[in-house]
């Protein structure tokens, strides 16, 4: 079973800059793809950004230009760096393990009782908080 620590996060004003990071193991980015999925208070999951065991990456239309995913192999460890960041974008944020092999990753996951339903996912962090004060 592959877990992760996730860590970064925290509270910022408007137009500052966070870096998430999620360290998973046992894991290889050989098999397996990482990104993160937020979730707004009382709003549905959505994919932020992934970046895949081939090195390519997605960014959600709303971050693109202002995040940069990024990941060290040897560290089993992926970055989100995130800047200029908006209130638009609090929400938790939860570090998402897929396999490297299809299905891809939906840009939206249902909620049940309020959580993200995980679906086909590896592994799912308990999420981390990044709150952007105007």
């Known amino acids: 079973e592959v877990q992760v620590v996730e860590s970064g996060g925290g509270s910022v004003q408007a137009g500052g800059s966070l870096r998430l990071s999620c360290t998973a193991f046992p894991f290889s980015f050989d098999d397996y793809d990482m990104g993160w999925y937020r979730q707004a208070p009382g709003d549905q999951c959505e994919l932020v950004s992934y970046i895949s065991s081939r090195s390519t990456s997605f960014y959600h239309w709303s971050v693109r230009g202002r995040f940069t995913i990024s990941r060290d192999i040897a560290k089993n460890t992926a970055y989100l760096q995130m800047d200029r960041l908006k209130p638009e974008d609090t929400a938790v944020y939860h570090c998402?393990?897929?396999?490297?092999?299809?299905?891809?990753?939906?840009?939206?996951?249902?909620?049940?009782?309020?959580?993200?339903?995980?679906?086909?996912?590896?592994?799912w962090g308990q999420g981390t908080l990044v709150t952007v004060v105007s």
């Open positions: 998402a393990i897929k396999s490297a092999v299809p299905p891809p990753y939906s840009e939206r996951l249902q909620t049940r009782d309020g959580s993200c339903v995980t679906g086909h996912l590896v592994s």
